[in-house]
């Protein structure tokens, strides 16, 4: 005989659910904000934030938005609980006949079956609710091969049932176990607990201090969610006793309150069977019923798990809004360390490029040995590579820099930030590149000065190109160069293709380290981190509020 150990009464107070349109609107926005939140960045909160937004993703679209807009749809009850805790003979006795699969592999219930009277049909095969699941439809003597073949290439499925010993109004659903060794069936069951009107939680007599129901019995009463206890497998000697203690630890937690069945242990529950007789699930079934036939009590379960999910967004939301300004803030402090890096690399150039130091080394040699011992072409050919060299330095110390900065941050771990892409081309090519362009370009204003003199006294353009690019990269120690540009195009030409070639050199430099500051960017900006998720978040929930 199934023992119902706790008194279920109702409120005279009949709670009805707000379907107003503006509420909708305004928990499909605060829906959307909640979905393009993201936390990429590896901070201590982010796979909390992560988790949070998932879960309450789960609750808006496979319940709370599907309950407003439809609230004469059928009560939907969850069964959920541990390993073994006899979830499907559950169900299948609540029924009438094996509609889940229940036997001594564990764990068995890889796909969840969701019953209903076949007048229901119509509310649970379309996407109303939980619409990241493929419906399958087959007699429940046998599960298809379309199902098997849909199980076999990874897709979350929910395999539908009928049955006319169900009263219209009430669909069961049997869950994967909460502690199940597949992570993917976790996931599944606490996903198919956020869809549900009612909660039926179901333990046994030898695990019902396990962690893993409290966990359920404390998230379902953080949620206000309707909450119903099954103690399963319970031996006829001591059921008092078991009983007894179940509802103190009930009682202790706050769930006092909570309507609780005792099933006794059966030759027919051992290994799941799969059908107890009628009369060990008549009063969890006659409660069932009620809550579907009585309209206040149906309005009560309803209202109390869709209020519940509404109230919690005042705490949660600003939980997420606040794990979105720290991922907004980990990336300032990372951006922050790549500008200040380059923008003192950048100083640093300035100052090498006014002091001359471009003139150094091979190219100082070229220089002395010029125009004797070295053509302008190799001239040119020295300066355009100490040029790279120095940008060069200037980006690897400033990368140097960066990598210093962001080992100080844990945000930095992401691996889009630390998987650097082999395929890219390297900084020493891109530099080298950008050199040789400044080089062609400062050739052709050489070349235009030289056209515009007379052509009987008009000098080499490669030499009046080379004369500039020293003048320009020398400092103090190329004045020579100057003068013999000077004396071979004339003071103002001289003049005015060392602004024109100065302007160019700046340019050069200026777009050189800015690509490669936005390369070194580039997977932060990826990430997409921005200011806006926290306001959005707060301003949703700000909507929310007024309409409720």
């Not at 909640?34 to 998932?54: E, K, Q, T, Y």
């Not at 789960?58 to 749809?73: G, I, S």
């Not at 796909?111 to 007699?139: A, I």
């Amino acid at each position: 005989m199934l023992q119902k150990a706790s008194k279920i009464g109702h409120s005279s107070h009949v709670v009805t659910l707000d379907v107003r349109p503006q509420l909708l609107d305004a928990l499909s926005a605060l829906r959307d904000r909640v979905a393009a939140a993201s936390f990429p960045l590896p901070l201590a909160g982010a796979p909390r934030a992560r988790a949070n937004r998932d879960e309450l993703l789960a609750q808006l679209d496979d319940y709370l938005v599907p309950r407003l807009r439809d609230p004469e749809a059928p009560l939907l009850a969850v069964i959920g609980g541990s390993t073994g805790a006899g979830k499907s003979t559950l169900v299948n006795s609540l029924v009438g006949r094996r509609v889940s699969e229940a036997g001594v592999l564990r764990p068995t219930t890889r796909t969840p079956v969701l019953v209903c009277h076949p007048e229901d049909h119509h509310w649970f095969s379309g996407m109303r609710v939980l619409p990241d699941l493929t419906r399958v439809w087959v007699p429940h003597q046998e599960p298809g091969d379309d199902l098997h073949a849909l199980v076999e290439r990874g897709e979350r499925t929910l395999r539908i049932e009928t049955a006319e010993t169900l009263p219209p109004g009430l669909a069961l659903l049997d869950a994967p176990d909460v502690d199940s060794l597949v992570a993917d069936n976790r996931v599944l069951a606490a996903e198919l607990i956020c869809a549900a009107d009612i909660w039926i939680m179901v333990t046994t007599a030898a695990r019902y201090a396990d962690a893993v129901p409290w966990y359920l019995l404390r998230t379902a009463k953080e949620n206000k969610a309707t909450l119903v206890t099954v103690l399963d497998r319970v031996p006829h000697q001591v059921v008092s006793e078991v009983s007894r203690q179940y509802g103190a630890l009930l009682a202790k937690a706050g769930l006092g309150d909570v309507p609780r069945f005792t099933v006794p242990e059966l030759p027919e529950s051992a290994w799941g069977g799969g059908l107890l007789p009628a009369t060990a699930v008549a009063t969890l079934r006659t409660w069932l019923i009620q809550q579907v036939q009585d309209p206040a009590a149906r309005q009560q379960a309803m209202a109390r798990t869709a209020y519940g999910v509404l109230d919690s967004l005042k705490s949660r939301m600003p939980e997420l809004a606040g794990a979105a300004a720290a991922q907004y803030a980990a990336a300032l402090r990372l951006t922050a360390a790549v500008d200040g890096a380059y923008d003192s690399e950048y100083a640093r150039v300035k100052g090498r490029l006014q002091a001359g130091a471009v003139l150094a080394g091979d190219a100082l040699k070229r220089w002395r040995a010029y125009p004797l011992d070295c053509t302008a072409g190799e001239l040119l050919d020295a300066l355009v590579e100490s040029l790279g060299s120095l940008l060069l330095c200037a980006v690897t110390a400033a990368d140097e820099r960066v990598d210093e900065a962001w080992r100080r941050e844990p945000a930095s771990g992401a691996p889009e930030l630390t998987d650097r892409d082999p395929t890219l081309e390297s900084a020493e090519h891109r530099i080298g590149m950008a050199a040789r362009r400044w080089r062609r370009v400062l050739e052709e204003y050489a070349e235009e000065e030289v056209r515009n003199l007379d052509k009987s006294l008009a000098p080499d353009a490669e030499v009046v190109a080379a004369l500039v690019a020293t003048a320009l990269l020398g400092g103090r120690r190329a004045r020579a160069a100057g003068e013999g540009l000077a004396e071979r195009i004339g003071a103002h030409g001289a003049l005015r293709l060392r602004d024109r070639g100065g302007r160019l050199l700046s340019e050069y430099v200026d777009t050189t380290l800015h690509i490669e500051r936005e390369r070194r960017l580039a997977p932060l900006d990826a990430l997409d981190v921005h200011a806006e998720p926290q306001a959005e978040l707060i301003a949703a929930l700000s909507v929310l509020q007024k309409e409720r």
